[in-house]
């Protein structure tokens, strides 16, 4: 028995968290445990599900968070790999609801599989969507090889370097990751710091914010779509390195033929 059987909305859900998290691992973007996904699956919760009883005690999330009353959340498991997670991903993530008093949380499927450490931020930055009005559920923290790269050169840390010259790789790079990718500077991993300077830089119109020598952070209204972003941004970073391979400064294209794309594609940026 499962929480998913006959919830065919919220199976659906959890089936693209499997199928982005074997892609995740295939890409060589999540080697042992690496990366984190939270998805907030509230609107597939039915009375049923609300009046089932938790399967752990409640914990404490770390934060008091308002914004999230009354929601669930999926979350990977602490420890668990990306990889096991593609085959089962009941068995290497739980669903968990938020305790009224919006400081705790409580596992209720189908195993009792502690969330991921990072969770009070990834709930943090989803508290901060919903405040928002942001249509956007699902976040995503992996570790792009090629992104990564980049950021170890302080010329792709400052703001929008990187932005621009991904995007001038290929059109599609824009059109299909309009906000570009915002730059946080290295911090610890799990710190409240790192978690405040991702959700201030998702507040500068960013879907995609990279983590300095670490991953990026991605959010979007699904986990599909917060992947494809990253995906579009490594592939434009992997064309980048290319040419450098083949011993040449890639032109890129020009800013007129960006500002034509946002015009005629209606870009945000
Ligand atoms: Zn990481």
Known sequence: MSILDDRPGLKAEIEKVAEVAGYLWQK???????????????????????????????????????????????????????????????????????????????????????????????????????????????????????????????KWMEKDAATRMLWSMIPETKAFCPRGLGMVPYMLPSSVELADATIKAIDEDYDVVMWEKHGVFAVDTDIMDAFDQVDVLNKAAQIYISAKNMGFEPEGMTDAQMHELSTVFGLPK
């Open 28 to 154: 060589g973007w999540a080697e042992r445990n690496g990366g984190n996904i939270t998805v907030n699956v509230t609107r597939f919760v039915d009375d049923t599900m609300r009046a089932m009883p938790a399967i752990s005690e409640p914990r404490p999330i770390g934060k008091t968070l308002p914004d999230l009353a009354g929601c669930w959340f999926y979350c990977k498991g602490t420890g668990k790999r990306m990889r096991d997670l593609a085959r089962e991903p009941m068995a290497n993530g739980s669903i968990i609801r938020i305790t009224p008093d919006c400081a705790h949380y409580e596992i209720v499927a189908d195993s009792p599989v502690s969330p991921t450490s990072e969770l009070p931020s990834h709930l943090a930055v989803h508290g901060y969507l919903l405040a928002k009005g942001s249509p956007y559920r699902a976040s995503l923290h992996t570790h792009p090889i090629e992104l990564v790269a980049l950021t170890h050169s302080p």
